[in-house]
């Protein structure tokens, strides 16, 4: 069997779901969970192409890695590094270190925001896959809870 999830052995210091935001203090959805880092390192969760590597005012440094299952594009996102050491363009393994973990853009600490969604909403094998994970709809994207779908992609051999 593949070597385990390395987001599994994090502890979750804001899961899935409503939440109080830190930044403003307002309730709102929380479309990740925020986990507590392992020696300063960002891991991928899923292996994919990295679709982009770079700094957003709100994210701060983050990484996209793309990976499509079933026809379906999903995408996952690690926000608020220190440091960027994988690039667009680039391939990834689940687990590979893709960045060092920080506190930067709106964070309050040092932690790794981390998201799965992807913008494929109507598609057969989403809609399945809405039967089996939390998630979320914004009204553009699909978000599903890290873990849950994570768990998902190693029982049914996609990762």
Known sequence: MNEKNKYYLLKITSPFGERESPITGEKEFHPGADFRPMNLQTHAGIGGMINKSQFGEKEGYYIQISKRIKEVLFY????????????????????????????????????????????????????????????????????????????????????
């Open 76 to 159: 996952s996102n690690s926000f608020h590094n220190a440091k960027l050491l994988k690039f667009a363009g680039a391939k990834v393994n689940k687990n590979d270190v893709v960045a060092v973990s920080g506190s930067t853009g709106n964070s309050k600490g040092i932690h790794i925001h981390y998201e799965i969604f992807t913008y494929q909403n109507d598609n057969p094998f989403v809609k399945e896959l809405k039967t089996k994970v939390k998630h979320y709809f914004n009204g553009k994207r699909t978000y599903f809870e890290p873990i849950e779908f994570m768990k998902y992609l190693e029982k049914e051999g996609h990762d």
